[in-house]
Nanobody, 123 residues
C-alpha cells in the first residue's frame, strides 16, 4: 500500500510564505504526475499546480508567479512553495500522485491523495 503524508500548513499573514511537502511511502512503485489541489470553505476542490515526472509544470492562473511546484524523485516528494500569500489562498491543500505499480506489461496507475493540510492567510 502507498501512503501520502503532507506537512507545512499553518497560519501566515498576507504577503508571507509557506512551503508544503507531500511524501509518498510504500514499496515497489513509481510516480507519474504530482498535483496540488485546494479546497476553500464552501467551494469545490480546484487544481493549483501540477508537475510531470519530466519536470514540466502547470499552474492555475490565480497562483502563477507566486507559487512554485517542485519534486524530488529520489524522496518521492512534491513541494509547493507559496509566496506573496493572499487571504483568498486560505484553504485545505491536498496533494495527489499518480502511483504506478505492477510488473512490466501489467502496470496500473492509480490516484492517491494526501490527508490535506490547512493554510490560513490573515489580512
Amino acid at each position: 500500500q502507498v501512503q501520502l503524508v503532507e506537512s507545512g500548513g499553518g497560519l501566515v499573514q498576507a504577503g508571507g510564505s509557506l512551503r508544503l511537502s507531500c511524501a509518498a511511502s510504500g514499496s515497489r512503485f513509481s510516480i507519474n504526475v504530482m498535483d496540488w489541489y485546494r479546497q476553500a470553505p464552501g467551494k469545490e476542490r480546484e487544481l493549483v499546480a501540477s508537475i510531470t515526472n519530466g519536470g514540466s509544470t502547470n499552474y492555475a492562473d490565480s497562483v502563477k508567479d507566486r507559487f512554485t511546484i517542485s519534486r524530488d524523485n529520489a524522496k518521492n516528494t512534491v513541494y509547493l512553495q507559496m509566496n506573496s500569500l493572499k487571504p483568498e489562498d486560505t484553504a485545505v491543500y491536498f496533494c495527489k500522485m499518480g502511483i504506478v505499480r505492477g510488473l512490466p506489461g501489467q502496470r496500473i496507475t492509480s490516484d492517491y491523495w494526501g490527508q490535506g493540510t490547512r493554510v490560513t492567510v490573515s489580512s
